[in-house]
């Protein structure tokens, strides 16, 4: 069996450093589509020297202006364009954006880009409502403080909702009046490509520019420059300890969205129909590829089999197919050595001592795309690594608990921090168990509800800082202190005496 391809991409990718390509230099990297395996693209990977063009673009966009001293109403008019270029070209990004990823066409269509122009509307509206502050307790001065851009944005996107990830990061590093270069992962620079070509069209020269590579290559050439000043990061634990070094040694900020391993706790007091739903919504959307999933499925003991037997059977019905049908749940996984990597853990839950419950498997059926069945196992106890390791992909992992307590100790028990589920209709039992996770997030009844205005971000090895309205402004943002004496005071006059 062969799908269609969503779109014939450019032959080649290439990065952008003010109003031209990038010089490459280094690899030609291949782009291929998950749902067949076959090469649709070639990315020019961007050397040190490609990288130094990009920031130096962004440097000049940002110390010589007019970006940064750009009036608010200016400012907002121009992401309010970004947006509109977003939803005019919605059904070509989401077709290159498929080309690469494999994701479903309708929820990238749907769902991806449509939050990528509302980041930009998000943004442009937030900024209007920042406000500095005004001291006067010194007698006879005043001192405010007021937030200014900090500089040239490194932005680092990963592969697995590649638009709708790096336009949150975009957005809102514009809306602060710094400067931007992007780089997206080499695996899925498709959309992000054409979205920076299109943006170009309404953002001044040099004001978003675009690097493509690996991660060890020109990854590192763009954290490691010294014409950056910031960094955002969204990608793996073990990436961010590499990013936060290289920020470290240039002492500029960072912010880490890193991976999870979050606990979905189901309750006898819950609604079983809607937790049910969240349930395999939590793990099997967006083909299981999602930082936020909720991968350890603890059910309390007294449903624990009647739960998971009901799961299972609507996991197997879940429609495994071509990323360009209506009727398809998920599609391939976004790269051949990724299914494999997530198939490896079947054998790794049952040495562990765990049990298969469904799935686990190839979709050979479906040609040579990268399709697996949705998974799910259930093993003997917390410390399984299927139960402690971040598989990323459709594979959920069941433990039984007993009462509250053992389930916040084994929603705990986790290196990761991102988000926590809680299902129950029971207020105290919601109340005292969201006080107790330890994540970022704490989602009730309800999977994966993004509020933007709110801090996103980890605990623990899950990440440093968070994403979101006023923590954003507090990142991409310097704040500077002017006092200026408004009834004087005389100065000690040294070296005035004769
Ligand atoms: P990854 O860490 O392999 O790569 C992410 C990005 O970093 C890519 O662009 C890659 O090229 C780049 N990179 C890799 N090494 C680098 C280096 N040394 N210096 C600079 N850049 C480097 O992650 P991935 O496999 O693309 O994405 C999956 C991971 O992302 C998962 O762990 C997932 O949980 C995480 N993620 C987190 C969030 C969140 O908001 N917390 C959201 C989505 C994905």
Redesign the pocket.
Known sequence: MSFDLPIAPPARVTGWAGDRATSGGGLELPVFYPATGAQVSTLIEDDAQAVDGAVSAARRAFDRGPWPGLTLPQRQEALERCRQTILDHVDELARLECAATGLVLRELRERHMLRAAYNFRFFAEYISQTSGQRYDQTPGYMTTVSRVPVGVAAL??????PVA?ATMKIAAALAFGNTVVL????QTPLALARLVELLQEVLPEGVLNLVNG???VT??A??DHPGIDLVS?????E?GR??MS?AGRNLVPCTL????KSANIIFASADMERALDGALMGIFSNNGQQ?LAGSRILVERSIFDDFVGRFVERAGRVRVGDPLSQDTDIGPLASAAHRDRVLSFVDIAKGDGGTVLTGGTRREDLGAGYFVNPTAVTVPSNAARVAQD?I?GPFATFLPFDGEDEAAAIANDTRFG?VSYIWSDHLPTVMRMSEQMRSGVVWVNTPMMRELRAPFG?FKT??VGREGGASCEAFYTEERTVTIPINPQPLRKLGAQT
């Open positions: 680092i996107a990963p592969w697995n909702a990830l780089k997206p992962s080499e690996r991660g060890p990854g590192a763009l954290v990061f969204t990608g793996g634990t990436t590499a990013i290289a969205e890193l991976g999870g930082c971040e990323f991102l980890g899950s990440g």
